[in-house]
Structure formats: C-alpha cells, structure tokens
C-alpha cells in the first residue's frame, strides 16, 4: 500500500499499538525505519530485549534487514 505513493512524500509515519500482533508486524516490516519509545525505567529496558528478539524474527521471516532505533522518551 505504501510502494504508489512512497514518491509523493518524504515521511510516512505509521503509529503501531505497542503489541506483536499482525498488523503491526505488516507496518514494521513495510517500513525503512522503525523508532521504539522508551522510559528510562526497569520495565522498559528489560522489555528492549523482547522487542529486539521480536524484530529478529521478522528479519528471519521477511529476508528483509529492519532499521530500528530505541528512542528516550
């Protein structure tokens, strides 16, 4: 869906609810770049681990290399 108009724009910003379920893996995947928000607290650093397992696994799924950065929230 995004390949017709990819031209027309600089940014397309597509906000995923932070879960693993199919759409949101469709958005990782069809993205170039994927930002994940963070606390600085015990809970969201631990979690940093499942995410990056997460997108592991995507990687594996697609043959596609996903570009994600943590950012400070």
Do not use: R
Not at 55 to 71: P, R
């Amino acid at each position: 869906m995004i390949l017709p108009v990819e031209d027309l724009y600089d940014f397309c910003i597509i906000d995923c609810p932070p879960d693993a379920h199919s759409a949101s893996q469709n958005a990782i995947v069809a993205s170039d770049l994927l930002l994940v928000p963070i606390f600085l607290d015990g809970f969201s650093i631990s979690n940093l681990n499942l995410v990056s397992s997460t997108i592991e696994d995507l990687e594996d799924a697609s043959g596609k290399k996903i570009n994600w950065s943590a950012v400070i929230n």
